[in-house]
Every structure is written in structure tokens, then in C-alpha cells.
């Protein structure tokens, strides 16, 4: 395999973009939170409220110390709701079972609800400095075009993870580097759609670029239409029980003027089924 660390690192150096996570002393808790957020979300719709989450919890015991509710409420146009509910949960665990102090063990924290392979190797890594490898969704492209020759990757594989791990090296802060730099490139010149080539630091060790850029497919799964989705209904029955002042609206009042009342009725009864609204005496509110 090509010496593919050596130049990410030194151009990561260069070009890496200025993020709350990779600040000095950001600390564990904040690098959980942006983990989840980050998830399916781009940058720069996270660091802003990012910024408001840790402001208004700067711990875990201060997001377990408050009702789900508030976790939903300050999720706000995220997207992907459960992922607040996710996150009050593992804060109560994070309090209960490991006194307040975000885990280091890859396993403990996998154990922590909503945290799956991917989210804790990053926090093992880039908030405790262990060594793993780390696989992103832009990783994984770097790894499928200047590793494998392909055009896109193709469904995640423990390959990707064992393809990475080749690429780091022994010493623990430069594998850090390694694994966050692979990332920033797929995310900003390694890109889906038109990669960057020219500005790429790992362009003549590109086993894609050397093959002549074949169109080798695609078969990423495509994320279905959002608007007039089940997910918008959704995303407008949460907006209205966030934005209610009593913290509790009468359903005959809920997006009553939604097109589809059938879609709008499948979306309160998947909220409720998702724990992130709750519903008695006539009145649908958010989990208490």
C-alpha cells in the first residue's frame, strides 16, 4: 500500500478548517455532542448550535439534570430528533455508571445509547488520543478512490476499517492526525459529486487517478425526498409541540392544516412510538 499518511498529515497541517472539536481542551463531552450531531448534518448547520447545546449544558450531569423535553426542544432543526433523545439517555448513563466523566474504553462507550462503532472510535481518538482507526462516510470514499480505484465506496465493511488501520501510524498523536486528516479530505476535495483532484495532496499515490478515473458505480443508498415525506410531517408536528408555550398542544390543533391528515396522524403516532412526544387527555406534548 502507498505511504498515503505522510502527505495528509502535512497537508492537514495547512488546510485543516478552524472547528470548535479540534480547539485545545475542547474536552470529551464536547466532542460526544458534536459526534452526534454531525451525524447525517453538515458542518456548518452543527457548530452554531453546538456551541448553544454546550453553553447551556456544559456536562453530561447538567443535560441528565434536565427533562428530555429540553434535549428535543434545543435540538431544533437538526434533523433526525431521536438523536437528542439518544444523547439525554446517554448522558443519564455517562452520570450513572461512569460518575459524570465521558468514558475513554471504546467498549463503555458503545454500551451508551446512540453510540455505534464509528462514534466511539472518534471520541476514543480525537478526545483521548487512543489509537484506532476512524471511518467516515468521507473516509471511506478517500480510502475507496486512492486505495481500491474506485469512483465511490461502496456499503460499509469492517474493509474500510482494516484498509484505515493500514494507513496509520504507530505513534498515537500522528495516527490522531492521520485519521482526522483522511476525513477532511473527503469532506473538501475528495468530494462526492466533483472531487478536487489537482488540489489533492495524495493525487499521484491515487490508484483511481493512475486507473484513469473509471466510473466503477454506485451503490450508495439515496435518501428519499424530503419534501412532502413522512419525515417533513414529522419535522412539523416537533416544530409545533417545540415552539408551544404551554409545552402542550391539543391534536386537533397539530398541523391542522397539513395536506395529508392521514400522513400528518402517521407522524404523530411514529413520534409518539420513538418516545419523542407523548400524548393524554386530548393533548400531545413533548417527552417529559
Given at each position: 500500500?502507498?505511504?498515503?499518511a505522510?502527505?495528509l498529515?502535512?497537508?492537514?497541517r495547512?488546510?485543516?478548517?478552524?472547528?470548535?472539536?479540534?480547539?485545545?481542551?475542547?474536552g470529551?463531552?464536547?466532542?460526544?455532542?458534536?459526534?452526534?450531531?454531525?451525524?447525517?448534518?453538515?458542518?456548518?448547520?452543527?457548530?452554531?448550535?453546538?456551541?448553544?447545546?454546550l453553553?447551556?449544558?456544559?456536562?453530561?450531569?447538567?443535560?441528565?439534570?434536565?427533562?428530555?423535553?429540553?434535549a428535543?426542544?434545543?435540538?431544533?432543526?437538526?434533523?433526525?430528533?431521536?438523536?437528542?433523545?439518544w444523547?439525554?439517555?446517554a448522558?443519564?448513563?455517562?452520570?450513572?455508571?461512569?460518575?459524570?466523566?465521558?468514558?475513554?474504553?471504546?467498549?463503555?462507550l458503545l454500551a451508551?445509547?446512540?453510540?455505534?462503532?464509528y462514534?466511539?472510535?472518534?471520541?476514543?481518538?480525537?478526545?483521548y488520543?487512543?489509537?484506532?482507526?476512524?471511518?467516515d462516510?468521507?473516509?471511506?470514499?478517500?480510502?475507496?478512490r486512492?486505495?481500491?480505484?474506485?469512483?465511490q465506496?461502496?456499503?460499509?465493511?469492517?474493509?474500510?476499517?482494516?484498509?484505515?488501520?493500514?494507513?496509520?501510524?504507530?505513534?498515537?498523536r500522528?495516527?490522531?492526525?492521520v485519521?482526522?486528516?483522511?476525513?477532511?479530505l473527503?469532506?473538501?476535495?475528495?468530494?462526492?459529486?466533483?472531487?478536487r483532484?489537482?488540489?489533492?495532496?495524495?493525487a499521484?499515490?491515487?490508484?483511481?487517478?493512475a486507473a484513469g478515473?473509471?466510473?466503477?458505480?454506485?451503490t450508495?443508498?439515496?435518501?428519499?425526498?424530503?419534501?412532502?415525506?413522512?419525515?417533513?410531517?414529522?419535522?412539523?408536528?416537533l416544530?409545533?409541540?417545540?415552539?408551544?408555550?404551554?409545552?402542550?398542544?391539543?391534536?386537533?390543533?397539530?398541523?391542522?392544516?397539513w395536506?395529508?391528515?392521514?400522513q400528518?396522524?402517521?407522524?404523530?403516532?411514529?413520534?409518539?412510538a420513538?418516545?419523542l412526544?407523548?400524548?393524554?387527555?386530548?393533548?400531545?406534548?413533548?417527552?417529559?
Open positions: 500500500m502507498p505511504d498515503l505522510t502527505p498529515a502535512a497537508w492537514y495547512d488546510n485543516a478548517r478552524d472547528l470548535p472539536w479540534r480547539r485545545p481542551g475542547f470529551a463531552w464536547g466532542v460526544l455532542v458534536s459526534e452526534f450531531m454531525l451525524q447525517q448534518t453538515p458542518v456548518n448547520r452543527v457548530v452554531p448550535h453546538l456551541e448553544r447545546w453553553t447551556r449544558w456544559p456536562t453530561p450531569a447538567a443535560l441528565a439534570a434536565d427533562a428530555p423535553a429540553e428535543v426542544r434545543q435540538w431544533a432543526n437538526l434533523g433526525y430528533p431521536r438523536r437528542a433523545l444523547l439525554h439517555r448522558a443519564v448513563e455517562i452520570r450513572d455508571r461512569h460518575g459524570g466523566v465521558v468514558p475513554l474504553d471504546v467498549d463503555q451508551l445509547t446512540g453510540i455505534g462503532d462514534t466511539a472510535r472518534a471520541v476514543a481518538v480525537f478526545a488520543g487512543d489509537r484506532h482507526p476512524v471511518v462516510t468521507n473516509t471511506r470514499r478517500v480510502l475507496a486512492a486505495v481500491d480505484g474506485r469512483s465506496p461502496g456499503p460499509p465493511s469492517r474493509h474500510d476499517l482494516t484498509a484505515m488501520e493500514a494507513l496509520l501510524p504507530d505513534d498515537i500522528a495516527a490522531a492526525v485519521n482526522a486528516a483522511a476525513m477532511e473527503g469532506a473538501t476535495v475528495c468530494v462526492a459529486r466533483v472531487p483532484c489537482e488540489a489533492c495532496p495524495v499521484a499515490q491515487c490508484a483511481w487517478r478515473y473509471p466510473d466503477t458505480g454506485d450508495r443508498r439515496r435518501q428519499a425526498r424530503y419534501e412532502g415525506s413522512d419525515r417533513q410531517a414529522r419535522g412539523a408536528v416544530k409545533t409541540l417545540r415552539d408551544a408555550a404551554a409545552h402542550a398542544v391539543p391534536l386537533t390543533e397539530v398541523v391542522p392544516d395536506p395529508d391528515a392521514g400528518r396522524d402517521r407522524a404523530i403516532d411514529s413520534l409518539i420513538d418516545g412526544a407523548e400524548a393524554s387527555d386530548g393533548l400531545l406534548r413533548l417527552p417529559g
